[in-house]
T-cell receptor, first 112, second 109 residues
Framework: EAGVTQSPTHLIKTRGQQATLRCSPI?????VYWYQQALGLGLQFLLWYDEGEERNRGNFPPRFSGRQFPNYSSELNVNALELEDSALYLC???????????FGSGTQLSVL | AQRVTQPEKLLSVFKGAPVELKCNYSYSGSPELFWYVQYSRQRLQLLLR??SRESIKGFTADLNKGETSFHLKKPFAQEEDSAMYYCALSGYNNNDMRFGAGTRLTVKP
């Protein structure tokens, strides 16, 4: 069974540009979570999608947005990139609420 | 809103010694608590959850609602336990999973 896949693995952008990160959940999983893992800060909750709807978002500015497609894959968009957006972005999926999360390997975003 | 606190960023013990990784939470409803682990060059993965009441790789964790804690314990640490450990909480009212800052455990030979 394929795990959660994220693309690209690495992404280099300059300040002010836009970044798009993609996530494919495990087959049968309908919930997708996005986290930012900056150095020394643990996992900061960004967004949660379930059945195509945004269910909750963390304490991040509106330039962080995303969506979930009918096949449950998801996209995270970060507009007007700032240097402090440099981090590892992790996607996770689960098949139901309150069930364990399965994580992808992450996208390392570097903003120069 | 739910909040998870892991007070120790780093924890170092010798092989064979007991280990306890602390986790405290705040949540007004009924929480679901988890421990996730990330070994070197591997993905973050579930270690255990409180509802299962099971021991995984010798680790156990008990939910103490009075102290709002979910500490992870192992009586005899092994070198292969060296990893990053995250405590996480999901609430039945608001089901997104929130994580603590993590504790890096090093087990020395």
């Amino acid at each position: 069974e394929a795990g959660v896949t994220q693309s690209p693995t690495h992404l280099i952008k300059t300040r002010g540009q836009q970044a798009t990160l993609r996530c494919s959940p495990i087959s049968g999983h309908t919930s997708v979570y996005w986290y930012q893992q900056a150095l020394g800060l643990g996992l900061q909750f960004l967004l949660w999608y379930d059945e195509g709807e945004e269910r909750n978002r963390g304490n991040f500015p509106p330039r962080f947005s995303g969506r979930q497609f009918p096949n449950y894959s998801s996209e995270l968009n970060v507009n007007a990139l700032e240097l402090e957006d440099s981090a590892l972005y992790l996607c996770a999926s689960s098949f139901a609420r309150n069930e364990k999360l399965f994580f992808g390997s992450g996208t390392q975003l570097s903003v120069l | 809103a739910q909040r998870v606190t892991q007070p120790e960023k780093l924890l170092s013990v010798f092989k064979g010694a007991p280990v306890e990784l602390k986790c405290n939470y705040s949540y007004s409803g009924s929480p679901e608590l988890f421990w996730y682990v990330q070994y070197s060059r591997q993905r973050l993965q579930l270690l255990l959850r409180h509802i299962s009441r099971e021991s995984i790789k010798g680790f156990t964790a008990d939910l103490n609602k009075g102290e709002t804690s979910f500490h992870l314990k192992k009586p005899f640490a092994q070198e292969e336990d060296s990893a990053m450990y995250y405590c996480a909480l999901s609430g039945y009212n608001n089901n997104d999973m929130r994580f603590g800052a993590g504790t890096r455990l090093t087990v020395k030979p």
